[in-house]
């Protein structure tokens, strides 16, 4: 290869022209035209686009921080001289205020960094920060007002940044009205969460204004704050034992981890910050006096160092609500979840160390802003160690043992810990996280992606120690758990080093951890197929997948003339795939009814149903379109049944659950279909589940029975909340509005009785009190307790959905209609948008 190229520039310089080999005289020529234009090309003076200054502020500000080879004060610094220097044009004020203002409740890892730009630019042109702030003011007012919590804790946060520029007390007064308004609301009740969330806010302000200036002064007022706030802060709530991740009957179980309060967590924290002189070493301090601005002529400014009388602004007038607004999501103690916290290193900050919470809510604020973008979230989340203090983290990727190796003294703290650990805190978030789980799994897909060397080892310590835990954990986050592994394991070709779990396959198949791979495997075969799973797995796991498995549509039971009513079952297939008319079908379920009764069948139309819809299921079985199609042509039968006989409604469910036994995934979406049809009702999805088909409580052990009274449930809870959020709609006409709240306290006691029937079933089970474990279990069998923990455990789980709800949509929360204010009506102007009923079943 070396030859052939040294003989093509041979030629190329002249040599061997005599028709040497491999000479081309026409494209020697094309070769020095385009030699000859280049050299032309070259001649002309080079045009360097120089993009406008609003539109380099703004990208500036979108990217500050994130070089990681930039000093961060010096990025702030000419920010603020590009601002200074432009500030004459609109658009570069209205940009520099907006995208400030936006990147504050965005982007919290940023807000010192915006805050740091904002007070350069301070130093020569006053005009800026008091556009910032008088646009701040505003918004912090519009959110307290909203109850918009997380957007008002940031810009309050952002404005405790800018302390240098406020007189007096800055934003102290504020936390102090915020700090009466949690008084009074823990004084009115001890089980209101709006309180917490005030204190929360308030602890979370602190830190950042302390360390934005020294003042003395302002560390003696927040230090008196402090004091008060530990009345609030020190003393559990009433609902933290509803949100404990790690529920044990007693004090003898040991839990993986104490998972105390986050409010309780900081106000320790912040105590011994306050003993040490206010250190507060992992917030970044961007803007310093020591650090010189130049001014407009290239000239030190000797002003940086403080700020003159004159250019001091009056903090803005806010005014808290009273009352208080609670905002539209409902608000429950916060505890403090990690998984990296049995570890002999620690990769991540101590409880004892306020980086751990200051870092865990900025990461937890990015993610819930960001929703909307789960790549530029990872994205953040991977260079997390760029916006915080320099040597507050390791460098990324170092391996977990390489800790070992850190200088004594020096954190040893791994950014992809941190950043790991806090998304697992949102999924395993009790009662509910603020977006759907699919979101946070993503996010974890996608930082694998961008460091999958980094990530991956994090990731492994991560599902070990939750694997460890399953025995004593909340049954719910079992089950997100279960949901995110499989998922998870989906999008890297299923790999996982299961020959370390291989121990526990030989346990009962009611030991959690055996149950949680029972789960876990069948999900995966759901995202997958079975062969493909089985080729992945250990030979010990591949009874967990039998050969039945494989069979992507299910044999039709009465296709063996060995079982009752076969010949009516084939009759039956037969007819429908033909699209028959219903007198012939209904000539072969008469005949069906009449053996029936001669058998002694007390009700002959649940033989027949069970024929009509395993039939339906076959005709079905090639895809979920095909079989909603099929249902959708015999629905009208179907429908009739349950008025006729709830024994048969029951059995639809029966029949779908055991022609796709051994798919029970395909059995559970079927069913939320039926749900959807009204076919099924939810009362006779949980009376079939935990009545008819318990097992003397071991269905209470499997993923399916779960799923299936979970996707019910849900069913039934978002359709009140819709009722309720169209009753609170003050652009709905009041008619309408007073027609719902009149249908709203019917569709509530109908929740309530299904979780009424959920409680007394699992109830049963746990005091071992269920008719079927009497007869079945002696007192010695090992195999009772199990089944009475897993009783308890979904006592639990539903114990607290029901409290939930109640919190939301009972009647003390609901409160009375109110009617729309009177407007004047526009000539021309829309109406109120129509009600869409999204799958809003009726609760039966």
């Known amino acids: 290869?070396?030859?052939?190229?040294?003989?093509?520039?041979?030629?190329?310089?002249?040599?061997?022209?005599?028709?040497?080999?491999?000479?081309?005289?026409?494209?020697?020529?094309?070769?020095?035209?385009?030699?000859?234009?280049?050299?032309?090309?070259?001649?002309?003076?080079?045009?360097?686009?120089?993009?406008?200054?609003?539109?380099?502020?703004?990208?500036?500000?979108?990217?500050?921080?994130?070089?990681?080879?930039?000093?961060?004060?010096?990025?702030?610094?000419?920010?603020?001289?590009?601002?200074?220097?432009?500030?004459?044009?609109?658009?570069v004020k209205d940009t520099f205020c907006q995208v400030t203002l936006k990147l504050v409740v965005e982007q919290p890892f940023k807000i010192p960094f915006v805050a740091g730009v904002v007070l350069f630019a301070h130093v020569e042109k006053k005009e800026i920060a008091a556009d910032v702030i008088s646009k701040a003011g505003p918004q912090l007012q519009e959110y307290l007002e909203k109850g918009q919590w997380r957007e008002c804790k940031l810009m309050l946060r952002f404005l405790a940044c800018m302390s240098r520029v406020f007189e007096q007390d800055g934003v102290l007064p504020v936390l102090d009205e915020l700090f009466n308004r949690a008084v009074d609301l823990q004084t009115e009740s001890q089980e209101d969460a709006v309180g917490l969330e005030l204190v929360k806010i308030i602890l979370f302000t602190i830190p950042y204004l302390l360390a934005s200036t020294a003042d003395a002064s302002l560390q003696q007022r927040a230090t008196e704050?402090?004091?008060?706030?530990?009345?609030?802060?020190s003393t559990p709530h009433q609902l933290e034992a509803l949100v404990d991740p790690y529920p044990t009957p007693n004090d003898q179980i040991e839990k993986p981890m104490a998972c105390a309060s986050i409010i309780s967590l900081l106000q320790r924290q912040l105590q011994e910050e306050a003993a040490n002189g206010w250190p507060l070493s992992c917030i970044p301090r961007i803007f310093d006096p020591s650090f010189k601005a130049p001014n407009l002529n290239g000239d030190a400014n000797g002003e940086a160092d403080g700020q003159s009388a004159s250019s001091t602004f009056t903090f803005p007038s806010i005014a808290v609500p009273s009352p208080i607004n609670a905002g539209t999501k409902a608000l429950f103690p916060e505890l403090y979840f990690s998984v990296y916290a049995d570890q002999e290193i620690e990769s991540v900050p101590p409880t004892t160390n306020i980086a751990s919470t200051l870092i865990r809510d900025a990461i937890v604020d990015t993610i819930n802003s960001l929703e909307f973008n789960r790549n530029a979230t990872a994205k953040y989340l991977n260079e997390i160690d760029c916006f915080w203090a320099p040597n507050t983290f390791v460098k990324r990727a170092i391996t977990f043992d390489k800790l070992r190796d850190v200088e004594p003294g020096r954190p040893t703290w791994k950014p992809e810990d941190v950043v790991i650990d806090a998304i697992f805190s949102q999924i395993f978030m009790l009662p509910a996280p603020e977006h759907r789980l699919v979101y946070y799994h993503s996010i974890i897909t996608e930082s694998c992606k961008i460091s999958p060397q980094a990530i991956a080892p994090s990731l492994g310590r991560a599902i070990r120690f939750l694997f460890r835990g399953l025995d004593v954990m909340d049954l719910e986050l079992g089950y997100r758990y279960m949901d995110w592994f499989a998922h998870h394991l989906s999008n890297f070709e299923f790999r996982w080093k299961w020959t370390e779990w291989i121990p526990e396959i030989d346990l009962n198949d009611l030991e959690p951890k055996k149950a949680f791979i029972h789960g876990a495997l069948d999900k995966e075969i759901r995202l997958s197929f079975a062969k493909r799973i089985r080729e992945t797995l250990p030979e010990p796991y591949h009874p967990l997948i039998p050969a039945s498995k494989e069979k992507d549509i299910p044999d039709f039971r009465f296709a063996d003339d060995q079982t009752p009513f076969a010949k009516e079952g084939q009759e039956i297939l037969s007819m429908l795939k033909k699209k028959a008319p219903e007198e012939d079908v209904q000539r072969v379920i008469d005949s069906v009814h009449e053996q029936a009764q001669g058998l002694g069948i007390t009700d002959p139309l649940v033989s027949s149903t069970d024929i009509y819809m395993t039939a339906i299921l076959s005709i079905g079985s090639k895809s979920l379109s095909h079989v909603l199609s099929t249902i959708d042509r015999c629905k009208e039968r179907l429908l009739a049944i349950g008025p006729q006989s709830e024994l048969a409604r029951r059995q639809i469910i029966m029949s779908v659950v055991d022609f796709w036994s051994d798919h029970p995934g395909t059995a559970v979406n079927i069913i939320d279909k039926l749900l959807n049809y009204t076919i099924v009702t939810p009362m006779s999805v949980i009376q079939w589940a935990l009545t008819d088909n318990i097992n003397r409580g071991r269905s209470l052990a499997t993923a399916q029975t779960y799923e299936l009274i979970s996707i019910t449930m849900f069913k039934v809870t978002n359709r009140v909340h819709q009722l309720l959020q169209h009753r609170n709609n003050l652009k709905v006409p009041f008619e309408q509005r007073r027609q719902i709240d009149?249908?709203?306290?019917?569709?509530?006691?109908?929740?309530?009785?299904?979780?009424?029937?959920?409680?007394?079933?699992?109830?049963?089970?746990?005091?071992?009190?269920?008719?079927?474990?009497?007869?079945?279990?002696?007192?010695?069998?090992?195999?009772?307790?199990?089944?009475?923990?897993?009783?308890?455990?979904?006592a639990r789980v539903w114990r607290r959905k029901a409290s939930v709800e109640e919190a939301i949509v009972g009647e003390a929360s609901v409160g009375a209609l109110e009617e729309a204010p009177a407007v004047e009506e526009v000539a021309g102007a829309p109406g109120p948008a129509p009600i869409v009923d999204e799958d809003m079943d009726r609760v039966e």
């Open 742 to 794: 009149e249908a709203l306290p019917r569709e509530r006691q109908g929740m309530r009785e299904l979780f009424a029937a959920i409680e007394d079933a699992v109830a049963g089970v746990a005091t071992g009190a269920q008719d079927e474990m009497i007869e079945r279990f002696d007192e010695e069998d090992g195999e009772q307790e199990l089944v009475k923990r897993w009783g308890e455990r979904w």
């Open 225 to 233: 704050l402090l004091e008060k706030t530990d009345i609030i802060a």
């Open 1 to 91: 290869m070396a030859e052939v190229d040294d003989r093509r520039d041979n030629y190329r310089r002249g040599g061997g022209r005599g028709g040497g080999r491999g000479y081309n005289k026409r494209k020697r020529f094309q070769e020095d035209d385009d030699f000859d234009q280049q050299s032309y090309r070259n001649q002309q003076p080079r045009r360097e686009f120089q993009a406008p200054a609003g539109t380099q502020i703004r990208r500036g500000l979108m990217e500050i921080g994130e070089d990681a080879l930039r000093l961060p004060h010096e990025v702030a610094m000419n920010l603020a001289k590009l601002a200074t220097d432009n500030y004459h044009d609109d658009y």
